[in-house]
């Protein structure tokens, strides 16, 4: 079992900052993979920023790059987000989750339905 605890959510403008975190608790030696995915109302899921937590290879979705980071920190088990440049359209229930399945390749990184723990999501509003 793995918990996920995310925080940093919260109303900004346009053009500003934020830094999500995941702080992960558990059979935490066994995370195969991690990664914030958000939705907004209306829509569904989808894949912002992931990590091959083996190796360390990042991923993000093409509508965040330039602008997002994803990064963690393995002596805390916490993972980041760190969002630059925010837009109105990044307004959205932003989750992080984490898996403990070892797949050939990395694309279940960027599959909500690979994933089996899912934090309790933190709402990012981002006025214009």
């Known amino acids: 079992q793995v918990q996920l605890v995310e925080s940093g959510g919260g109303l900004v403008q346009a053009g500003d900052s934020l830094r999500l975190s995941c702080a992960a608790s558990?059979?935490?030696?066994?995370?195969?993979?991690m990664g914030w995915f958000r939705q907004a109302p209306g829509k569904e899921r989808e894949f912002v920023a992931g990590?091959?937590?083996?190796?360390?290879?990042?991923y993000h979705a093409d509508s965040v790059k330039g602008r997002f980071t994803i990064s963690r920190d393995n002596a805390k088990n916490t993972m980041y987000l760190q969002m630059n440049s925010l837009k109105p359209e990044d307004t959205a229930v932003y989750y992080c989750?984490?898996?403990?399945?070892?797949?050939?390749?990395?694309?279940?990184?960027?599959?909500?339905?690979?994933?089996?723990?899912w934090g309790q999501g933190t709402q990012v509003t981002v006025s214009s």
């Open positions: 989750a984490a898996d403990l399945t070892y797949y050939s390749g990395d694309y279940a990184i960027t599959i909500g339905d690979k994933y089996d723990y």
């Open positions: 990590f091959n937590w083996s190796d360390g290879t990042r």
């Open positions: 558990g059979r935490t030696f066994r995370i195969s993979h």
